[in-house]
């Protein structure tokens, strides 16, 4: 009889997905979501640093390598500032600090200067690059793409999905920033394992 309820049972059921950050059925699926996009953050880095390795020998990390396709994109400069916005980031000395690293590559230019600003722009090189990598993602990751069924129809879903995740999670962080509570500091030689009262 045990045997028999067991395989009754669904695969969701069969497996714990309950921890401290999913413990309702909503917030379960909304942590898998979450897990699924670190580990896909994480792929899609590894990706983006394999392709541009088979094209030029530059080692970049993943938001070096997007930095360097976003200045490309439309093939006009761009500033420190719209960089930023377009990837929704905020460190801005990293920011400088690969724009720095593309620059030592020889795959991007920089003019302007002062209050006029500075923008970036692919050099001969950066365009070679970024064509070649653009080559190669077709035949790797679009072909894979199109060889899953309805795989196509299901994209545009799941960027408006990522989009709308993007603008939840930038107002929960606003709310989250609104109303920080202050922390007590520590007391010297308290709790060894900073187990003190939230």
Not at 163 to 182: D, F, P
């Amino acid at each position: 009889m045990n045997e028999r309820r067991k395989s009754l049972e669904t695969p969701a059921e069969l497996l714990d997905r309950g921890w401290h950050l999913a413990r309702t059925p909503l917030e379960i699926d909304v942590t898998e979501v979450e897990y699924a996009l670190m580990r896909s953050y994480e792929a899609f880095g590894h990706w983006q640093a394999e392709c541009l390795a088979t094209v030029i020998e530059f080692s970049a990390s993943g938001p070096e390598n997007a930095l360097l396709h976003i200045i490309r994109m439309n093939d006009r400069p761009k500033s420190v500032r719209d960089l930023a916005q377009m990837t929704n980031r905020d460190d801005i000395p990293n920011i400088q600090y690969s724009l720095r690293k593309l620059l030592k590559g020889g795959l991007i230019t920089r003019t302007g200067s002062g209050r006029a600003g500075v923008t970036y722009e692919v050099t001969p090189l950066g365009h070679r690059v970024t064509e070649r990598y653009a080559d190669i993602r077709s035949v790797l990751l679009i072909d894979a793409v199109t060889r899953i069924p309805e795989m196509a129809d299901k994209l545009e879903d799941v960027a408006r999905t990522l989009e709308l995740m993007t603008g939840i999670y930038e107002q929960a962080a606003r709310a989250a920033a609104t109303h920080r509570r202050r922390h007590p500091r520590p007391e010297p030689g308290g709790d060894a394992d900073g187990g003190g009262k939230l």
